[in-house]
């Protein structure tokens, strides 16, 4: 992942580039395991001991509001970050509470096939996520 990349992403998003919120969008990027704030903190602060964990917080804030990343609430009540905004479920660990993606083309067409059916009054569907719940297996 260049820096390029990660400039682009940022800037496409409508946020201006700035050093910590590369730092913060790569270190989420590259964790696949759907880290909370405070999982990104620990993962930067050693090289980048000026970033408060209140910064931490806003910048993936101000992401999910740009829509650059996702969050969602975890089983625990816990609020995880996805730097993968596409179509994509989850299969979730209750023992680790480990999320990992699950990525499946004919899932994610059979979902939205049936969301465009939906006719509801009040409420328009945009997406969905499923969330397979389950044990790794040992
Ligand atoms: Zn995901």
Same mark, same amino acid.
């Given at each position: 992942?260049?820096?390029?990349?990660?400039?682009?992403?940022?800037?496409?998003? &409508?946020?201006?580039?700035?050093?910590?919120?590369?730092? =913060?969008?790569?270190?989420?990027?590259?964790?696949?395991?759907?880290p909370t704030a405070d999982q990104v903190f620990e =993962?930067?602060?050693?090289?980048?001991?000026?970033?408060?964990l &209140?910064?931490v917080?806003?910048?993936?804030?101000?992401?999910?509001?740009?829509?650059?990343?996702?969050?969602?609430?975890?089983?625990?009540?816990?609020?995880?970050?996805?730097?993968?905004?596409?179509?994509?479920?989850?299969?979730?660990?209750? !023992?680790?509470?480990?999320?990992?993606?699950?990525?499946?083309?004919?899932?994610?067409?059979?979902?939205?096939?049936?969301?465009?059916?939906?006719?509801?009054?009040?409420? !328009?569907? !945009?997406?969905?996520?499923?969330?397979?719940? &389950?044990?790794?297996?040992?």
């Amino acid at each position: 992942m260049t820096t390029e990349f990660i400039k682009n992403k940022i800037t496409n998003s &409508g946020l201006k580039f700035t050093h910590q919120r590369w730092v =913060i969008y790569d270190a989420l990027y590259q964790a696949d395991s759907h880290p909370t704030a405070d999982q990104v903190f620990e =993962i930067i602060k050693l090289a980048n001991p000026s970033l408060s964990l &209140g910064t931490v917080y806003k910048t993936l804030d101000s992401f999910v509001q740009n829509g650059l990343i996702q969050k969602f609430m975890d089983q625990n009540g816990v609020m995880r970050f996805d730097a993968i905004i596409d179509a994509h479920s989850h299969l979730y660990c209750k !023992e680790t509470h480990e999320i990992r993606d699950f990525r499946n083309e004919e899932l994610e067409k059979m979902l939205q096939n049936f969301i465009s059916k939906q006719r509801l009054n009040d409420f !328009e569907i !945009e997406d969905v996520s499923i969330v397979f719940k &389950g044990r790794k297996k040992q």
